[in-house]
């Protein structure tokens, strides 16, 4: 299984940017998928996450200027990334919940990481 994140950049504050991750491999059920970010000498945090179902979740810092997506049918996940400002500078990463077959234990799986760059 792998995680593949792209749609990075560098950007200038107030603009956009969408991060696309596609899982792919032997993937039975994905319970949920998720976009992290962690900036230099931080925490990796959780921004947004969003279950099979269509339960999202996000952190305050995010809320009404990032968007958390996924086609379950395509196994993809994506984030649109408005409003920027300089304090979202990181390395995006996405990861899953997902199991490999029918009934098997979840396991987490976690994409390479993009480097999102807003300039002031």
């Known amino acids: 299984v792998q995680l593949q994140a792209f749609g990075g950049g560098l950007v200038q504050a107030g603009g956009s940017l969408r991060l696309s991750c596609a899982a792919s491999?032997?993937?039975?059920?994905?319970?949920?998928m998720g976009w992290y970010r962690q900036a230099p000498g931080k925490q990796r945090e959780l921004l947004a996450a969003i279950t099979t179902g269509g339960d999202i979740n996000y952190v305050d810092s995010v809320k009404g200027r990032f968007t958390i997506s996924r086609d379950n049918a395509k196994n993809t996940l994506n984030l649109q990334m408005n409003s920027l400002k300089p304090e979202d500078t990181a390395v995006y990463y996405c990861n899953a919940f997902l199991s490999k077959s029918s009934g098997g234990y979840l396991l987490v799986y976690w994409g390479q990481g993009t480097q999102v760059t807003v300039s002031s």
């Open positions: 491999g032997s993937i039975s059920n994905i319970k949920s």
